[in-house]
Nanobody, 118 residues
Framework: VQLQASGGGLVQPGGSLGLSCAAS????????VGWYRQAPGKQRELVAT???????NYADSVKGRFTISRNNAKNMMYLQMNSLKPEDTAVYYC?????????????WGPGTLVTVSS
């Protein structure tokens, strides 16, 4: 099983960016999925999560600006980021609770860099 995120890049303050994460491999089902981020010199922190039923949770710092979503049929998750601020600059990681035929584990993608700067 692999997670691969895409969509990072450089954006100006106030701009928008969308991230995608694809899960591939032998997957029976995916429970909660999430996005985390790690800024230089800081610990990794939760950005947003979404359950298989669509219930969402957001860090206070991104509420009202970011939207997490998923496509269960395609094993995809998304993070739409609007009104970006310089403090949103970080490497963003996707994360998924994946059940395979005999196991259930948390998987992480390798990360994609988002830089918010003028």
């Amino acid at each position: 099983v692999q997670l691969q995120a895409s969509g990072g890049g450089l954006v100006q303050p106030g701009g928008s960016l969308g991230l995608s994460c694809a899960a591939s491999g032998s997957i029976s089902s995916i429970s909660a999925v999430g996005w985390y981020r790690q800024a230089p010199g800081k610990q990794r922190e939760l950005v947003a999560t979404i359950t298989s039923g669509g219930s969402t949770n957001y860090a206070d710092s991104v509420k009202g600006r970011f939207t997490i979503s998923r496509n269960n049929a395609k094993n995809m998750m998304y993070l739409q980021m609007n009104s970006l601020k310089p403090e949103d600059t970080a490497v963003y990681y996707c994360n998924a609770d994946i059940r395979r035929e005999y196991t259930r584990s948390i998987y992480w993608g390798p990360g994609t860099l988002v830089t918010v700067s003028s």
